[in-house]
């Protein structure tokens, strides 16, 4: 009998052990003994789950039992969650969680704290739901080296954007839906203005990379201010509006950021509809990879919690390399260095738009220029490029950056 | 320094030596050691080679030597490849292979084999090149039971497919044109009557369930008789004819399959052109997965295989669980017993036509009828039903499954 305790019993632990349960003869053959959870530490009690009688309010009986190999965080946040997975770890327990924030936040700390107490850090969950991407960087391309990383890490936002394209909706509208129906938050902001897909493409980046960008050094843009004219706009064009967290690894740095992108059909991102999730990587000897699938919810976020328990009891996490990520100060590269097509709707003359342009970038094309709204897809434009075009030209409607 | 061999050095074998050389940074930081080619197996030699002083014509200094920790085989074919195979891993050498033939056919030996003798025996390679899908399977998916696996597992059907559709010719016209530019064999009996994607869905199926389907259990159809006339009604219809190999994995059996079905537009299987791959993965926990490449091509394979040799020589892999697969006679459900919504074209009255299918079926919808042609989407048939539908109805063009 191996035992493990769930810290944070919400929506992610409480799949924990529907799926220990569901699973157990398919577990007990991967791990080679029975798994049970010993211990559920949240604030509330369960009086009414089979696991009440597991339920304890402080993380001390968990820490004091020698007999719990493993904890799965699946609290949220950083704070206590990084406190909490320290002490576990030097008190010789494993952990595996499925908390992006603190892993995005605290990676190298956290992986650190792993190496010295010779115990595992794991975080499958972390990224992208059941869909088993952290394990095919660490595992599969470890010994490629990956050039960039481009997802769709937003199961909500991708679900408005296809709402707004295929039922005609506007932005506010169709998150006001989903705000009823609970796809979306009260507060969106952490879907909505990319801060979800922000932390998870710093993990794949780390994980890429070696190195932990911070926060701040993430260009995030919104999505509030895609319309249903930019949707048609790609369409027009020959792809789709994705709100894509992207990385590019080389050897003058490393440059992440999050924005919505016009996305061409022939990239399979593009495809990506409703809630699904999709992770694409390219390194120079396997080409193009994507992984693909429900990047949300709880029987796959928890699925991917108990493969990593798997991972772990069965021995094979231990022999696997933790990763390491470091700091990676000194080796960003600025977003406002790297330039991009951009699709610009201006009210405005053809010639006019294109002349002003011109002093910045070649090969502009015109996608359309019809009762005085001209659309076109420039030639690379950086950052602050893009800013003095919006204030030298008062008739630009929208600047949405392309994936090439 | 780690000593490996490869035998067979052929695309792929000459792949593992660029790769090695190439990512040798990267290699060492996963292995922990410098990697280094002893040998190569080849009848030939390759005077020309920086390698030309590791060429040897026999197996018998390969297993001599206790120095050799791995060997690669790359040689395709079931023999010499499995007894050379054996011999490795009784001579205490883990064997990485990209070889799906050997793998399919011998599969349960060649694990067993590896088993007794303490070696690994490692085949990430020998299905979508370099997609990490069989790694996906036994680890990320160790704790589920996986429902359903579905793949565009043929790159070369998939392109003749591809140019059938964007540019409207026939498939005689367009495999000639593939086999001129080296994309077909020419003999291509392998790639488009399914014999390839049949050993990759039998591999994929027998790590998702632990059974290994005997080659005369996989139903089988050409791609041959497909025709730019039902790719455009799959377009009609909503979707697009793929060659898919699919399996479903349930209580009452196993039962795999290769055809071309019609792939709705709402399947990320649809949307995989040209030489690409892509596998789906259907589990109760984690929903659907599907992961994507290019599934051939020596740089992509050969790095499935250098990944494999970094699993097994940093100890990765020897904590793996090694995949167990048993042969799945008495476990085989018949492909005649499952009922799939067809496809049907016809040159005859529709009235005529549908009172035919509805003594085998329920739900048949017109897709269109025009200048006596009809065409409908058939409620589930088996394959008996619509062998008697042609027998019965000399007007019938064109039978082709729908994948639900």
Redesign the interface.
């Known amino acids: 009998m191996k035992n493990i305790a769930v810290i944070g019993y919400g929506v992610v632990g409480g799949g924990i052990t529907t799926?220990i349960e569901?699973?157990c003869a398919?577990?007990r053959?991967?791990v080679g003994d029975d798994v049970c959870v010993k211990y559920i530490l949240d604030l509330r009690d369960f009086p009414d789950s089979p696991y009440a009688d597991r339920v304890v309010h402080t993380i001390d009986p968990i820490l004091a039992d020698d007999s719990v190999e493993l904890v799965c965080e699946t609290m949220g946040g950083s704070h206590p969650a990084f406190e909490y997975s320290v002490a576990c770890m030097k008190a010789g327990k494993s952990v595996v969680t499925s908390n992006k924030e603190v892993v995005a936040t605290f990676g190298v700390e956290l992986l650190e704290c792993a190496r010295e107490n010779g115990v595992m850090y794991m975080f499958?969950a972390s990224v992208g739901?059941?869909?088993?991407v952290i394990?095919?960087i660490n595992?599969?391309?470890?010994?490629?080296?990956i050039s960039s990383v481009n997802g769709i890490l937003n199961g909500t936002t991708n679900y408005i954007l296809t709402k707004m394209k295929t039922e005609n909706r506007t932005f506010d509208d169709v998150l006001a839906e989903a705000q009823v129906l609970g796809y979306a938050e009260r507060d969106p902001s952490a879907d909505i203005d990319g801060i979800d897909a922000k932390r998870k493409i710093m993990i794949l980046t780390a994980l890429a990379s070696g190195k932990l960008v911070s926060d701040t050094d993430v260009f995030t843009e919104t999505l509030r201010n895609v319309t249903v004219e930019d949707i048609r706009a790609a369409e027009k064009w020959g792809g789709a509006v994705k709100l894509i967290a992207g990385s590019v690894i080389a050897d003058d740095g490393i440059q992440a950021h999050v924005c919505p992108m016009f996305v061409p059909w022939s990239c399979?991102l593009a495809?990506?509809t409703d809630v699904y999730n999709g992770i694409s990587i390219t390194?120079?000897?396997?080409?193009?990879?994507?992984?693909?699938?429900?990047g949300a919810?709880r029987?796959?976020t928890?699925?991917?919690v108990?493969?990593d328990?798997?991972?772990v009891l069965?021995?094979?996490?231990?022999?696997?390399?933790i990763p390491v990520f470091e700091k990676a100060e000194g080796s960003v590269k600025l977003f406002d260095e790297i330039g991009f097509r951009c699709y610009i709707r201006a009210n405005s003359g053809r010639s006019e738009l294109c002349e002003a342009l011109a002093a910045y970038c070649e090969g502009t094309e015109v996608l359309s220029d019809e009762a005085g709204v001209v659309e076109v897809i420039t030639g690379k434009l950086t950052k602050p490029e893009t800013d003095k075009i919006r204030a030298q030209f008062a008739g630009i409607e929208s600047v949405i950056r392309v994936l090439d």
């Open positions: 799926v569901e699973n398919k577990i053959a991967a499958e739901g059941g869909i088993p394990r095919g595992t599969a391309l470890a010994g490629d080296r399979s495809h990506i390194s120079p000897v396997t080409g193009d990879v994507m992984f693909y699938g429900r919810g029987l796959p928890a699925g991917a108990v493969a328990v798997c991972a069965s021995g094979a996490a231990k022999a696997e390399r």
